[in-house]
């Protein structure tokens, strides 16, 4: 190690332990102060260190989080960016007390605009691509531009292996040809059509054939674009899957339980979207050799991870937190709202900084208006853009009442205590959610 990565890295432990003395969040500026000093630092904290980078737009913490805890079952130290600080400076974070001289693992959480940035200071053996879907148009654009990213991306690492969602048709374009990969997917075919008829979901992104254009056609439709797929003009259709859901016995709003090659599998999350995340990390846990045993109770023993159906308990009062930020992710946490009996309040958190995305208009694109079969007490809204917020929970008439503008940062505990059922569901923007976990001491 040179005296310059050595300097980086004393420097960067001082920073993030004067950040934790002072109860502040460490992830992201011991790597930034890190990397300003030494651009190469990366190079050094990776040495004998197996990586494994999960990517893609939704559900790539929770991917990260299961994988973790499965192969905890068999290695002493895993290291991971658990906060999701998932940009060059939180990886550099989490790697700094990462002995160049041991055998190591690493699940890093990896944005997908910089795959090809991390890519090219470290090889990944597997990158696991979870999905794309529309999100922060601002920053990303189409959903195209997403996958050339992570082509570029996998053009630095030629060498990694790809576990890929083979349920997204995008996934399955010519350019994954040039690489060593796998596909998972959920195939129950319970309620499934006999033929290639069925349609995506409304609104999904990428269901034309790359080859002639025509509409993709389904057998099964999982969700959004997911599923069994066919062009109904060509010969482009669904690949080959290796690692399979083959039943989905239980889908509850806190577990869910299925079936993969005859052996049973339990989650202690609900929503098919967690299942696809259980299934990526279940899929890279296979290629790495671990017994069903060591998969089943690393998945069973992962818990909810912040903003992740995240469950506190705040003045007797029980607040589930869901991340939203774009509308896929969004439907698929109404539609696990939706498995709610009773009452419930709900507060919807609304910000457009850069981290969220500056553009809002996919809250026009979700599914607001199945929430009017739950039973609404009460709705709250706050953030930077709490006005548009309301408008659009008004257009959705899922509330015969008054929506309520306030402060979170102020008064959100005061809203919390005085609303009017026990259980409260928050839908957060991303750095609306850092900040009120903050407020909330969580």
Known sequence: MSFKNKFSKVIAKIVRAGLRITKHNATSLPGYVAYKLD???????????????????????MTTHFLVSILKQRYDKVYTNESGSNMIQGIITTL???????????????????????????????????????????RFGEIYNIYAKLIDGMKVMPDAKIIANGDLPIFNYKEMKDFNKSYFAIRDYSKASDYYELDAELNSDGILCPNCHSVLKYRLNNYASLGDYACPNCDFHTPEITYSIDELIKLDANYSEFLVDGSK?????????????????????????????????????????????????????NLTINLVKNPTGLNQIIDLMMLEKEEISLICLLNDKYADGTDISWIYDSYYEK??????????VS??????????????????????????????????????????YVLSTYTAMLKLREVLGL
Do not use: C
């Open 39 to 61: 651009k190469d630092i990366l190079d050094e904290l990776s040495k004998n260190t197996k990586f494994i980078f999960v990517t893609g737009t939704n559900g790539k913490t």
């Open 96 to 138: 700094l007390d990462n002995p160049a001289n041991e055998e190591t693992i690493a699940v890093l959480e990896v944005d997908e605009a910089n795959l090809v940035k991390i890519g090219k200071n470290i090889k990944a053996d597997y990158v696991v691509f979870t999905n794309i879907f529309r999100d922060q148009m601002d």
């Open 371 to 380: 929430l009017k079969d739950l039973d609404i007490k009460d709705i709250f």
């Open 383 to 424: 953030g930077i853009r709490k006005k548009d917020m309301k408008r659009r929970l008004e257009i959705a008439e899922i509330f015969d009442g008054e929506i309520s503008e306030f402060d979170y940062e102020k008064e959100i505990n005061a809203v919390i205590k005085n609303s009017k059922t026990r259980n409260i």
């Open 265 to 317: 599998y339990e989650v202690n999350v609900g929503g098919l979207y967690n299942v696809y995340n259980a299934l990526a990390a279940l899929s890279v846990a296979k290629e790495l050799g671990l017994s069903d045993k060591e998969i089943y109770d690393g998945l069973k023993s992962q818990k909810n991870v912040f903003g992740r159906q995240e469950n506190v308990v705040i003045d007797g009062k």
